[in-house]
DNA sequence: TAGATTGTTAATCGATTAACAATC
DNA sequence: TAGATTGTTAATCGATTAACAATC
């Protein structure tokens, strides 16, 4: 593998980048684009724009800037929005069925394959394209179509227990939405969706305090 | 005003240390914590921790630690949970039914007040304490009520739009749910909920590639 | 007291930004 | 060609970590 690691803000850099190209293509064609268009619309340094994009192997053209498809291309290749990701959620509230009928997953190769909840009067129902099912069949289900990520939106209480189901029977990756701190081993990768970051800004915020950057 | 500005990466900091104390008090009493201990469980370094503490005033005891009720109070004054906040909800789908529904608000001060949707057959629908309200009657209320803060959780597609009612009529900060980029004037906080972001680190990660940190 | 923990200063590290020759 | 934009190296900046005397 040629390519070198790259850290989470790279990859979250380059995430942005790629959503707005498909934003701005979407409103009208573009061939080419400039570090600096990049770096103006998303109040980042066109160094920056440019390093990272050299990091994924493009290569700019002089007074030109770079083809927004390659870009594109390269990206969806580096991040492997191009594979099919299998997903499993678990806890069919208001939450997993939020993120059940979220229709953009598709776009970035992810495919949530079945849901799982507690509630006996839930199962059965189909969101999205997928069947709820009872969390007893939550284990075999991950080990037997190697699911590689599992998504919590279960209550806190439950998280960590889901949790070492999912890692007992292989689980690659969780995607944490519960507000819940998990405990893995460290082959599996953790994201926590802190919602209550978000919080702890705006309410600062509206105390009448600035924060700087 | 004595107290210097936070960043945002200290606010976060600060809510984490907040969240991780409720979550030990409440599974044991404990009235003292050092900055090792909160820095272990946090995965962070125990300097730092200090660092963040003495910004906001606490003072540690040689030998002992910090007074964890010191803690948490400090914290809560400083990011404002103690004062009450009023926000308006933006779009009553399915996320917005989940954050509507979530308990956990009231702890940080935050009091979702009104719902807003364009669909018809929802208006009048009382979800947790709030009534769904017509998106026609949003500026008037923010202006009246003096809301500061709205949480979009409409398609990205009118978050825009939305956005710009808000601020006509003096909204003081936006929480977007929505994947999209929001302009507002600099007087106006945006924090954005990248749910996208995520999703780069994590097929990255199940490409097979481990990113570090 | 002895020893663990603090607060603070200094050193390190990494990320961001500036500068600029090379390029189209 | 002239000039805008690139790729890359060097400088800056800020955040994190290490070191250690002061403290309880």
Redesign the pocket.
């Known amino acids: 593998m040629g390519v070198p690691q790259l850290?989470r803000?790279v990859l979250q850099r380059l995430m942005r980048y790629y959503r707005f190209l498909v934003e701005v293509t979407a409103k009208r064609p573009v061939r080419t684009?400039?570090?600096?268009e990049i770096a103006e619309a998303l109040e980042?340094?066109?160094?920056?724009v440019?390093?990272d994009?050299?990091a994924i192997g493009?290569?700019?053209?002089?007074?030109?800037?770079?083809d927004v498809c390659e870009i594109c291309r390269a990206i969806r290749t580096t991040l492997g929005f191009d594979q099919r990701h299998e997903a499993v959620l678990i806890g069919a509230g208001h939450l997993g069925l939020a993120l059940l009928n979220y229709p953009g997953f598709a776009t970035f190769g992810l495919d949530i394959v079945a849901a799982f909840d507690v509630d006996r009067r839930k199962l059965g129902r189909t969101i999205g394209s997928c069947r709820i099912r009872s969390v007893d069949t939550l284990g075999s289900f991950i080990r037997q179509r190697r699911v590689p990520l599992a998504m919590i939106t279960t209550p806190a209480e439950v998280a960590q227990q889901v949790t070492d189901l999912c890692v007992a029977n292989g689980i690659k990756a969780i995607w944490n939405f519960s507000p819940t701190q998990l405990t893995v081993p460290k082959r599996v990768l953790v994201y926590h969706e802190h919602i209550s970051l978000g919080l702890s800004v705006l309410a600062y915020h509206m105390n009448g305090r600035v924060s700087p950057?």
């Open positions: 850290s803000r684009i400039t570090s600096g980042i340094d066109a160094t920056q440019r390093k994009l050299g493009l290569i700019g053209l002089g007074r030109v800037g770079f950057a």
